[in-house]
């Protein structure tokens, strides 16, 4: 997927992975009993953080990885058609490898 989208110092910018129909028991949920998933594949990253020296420091994700974030991180936007979310990197709680 090609994102529209450039994110600016440490922020990045994720879509939700798709959540589970069933559950570990093996019952089928409805769309309006499902969460939203809290792990998504990073589509861009920002240049990042502006340091008091000028340089910028480096981020430790990169596009492609898949993520885990705060229940309610970043900022849920539509971007043709696609829910899409834009984090700061210090909201991502870890990098599934």
């Given at each position: ?7 600016l ?26 969460e ?31 993520v885990v ?25 870890a990098?599934?490898k």
């Amino acid at each position: 997927m090609s994102i529209k989208l450039k994110p600016l110092d440490d922020r990045i910018v994720v879509k939700r992975l798709d959540s589970e129909d069933k559950t570990a028991g093996g019952i089928l949920l409805p769309s309006t009993a499902k969460e939203k998933p809290q792990q998504g594949k990073v589509l861009a990253v920002g240049p990042g953080k502006l340091l008091d020296s000028g340089s910028r420091a480096a981020l430790d994700v990169k596009v492609g990885d898949t993520v885990v974030f705060g229940k309610y991180s970043g900022a849920e936007i539509t971007v043709d058609g696609e829910e899409i979310i834009v984090l700061k990197e210090s909201d991502v709680l870890a990098v599934v490898k």
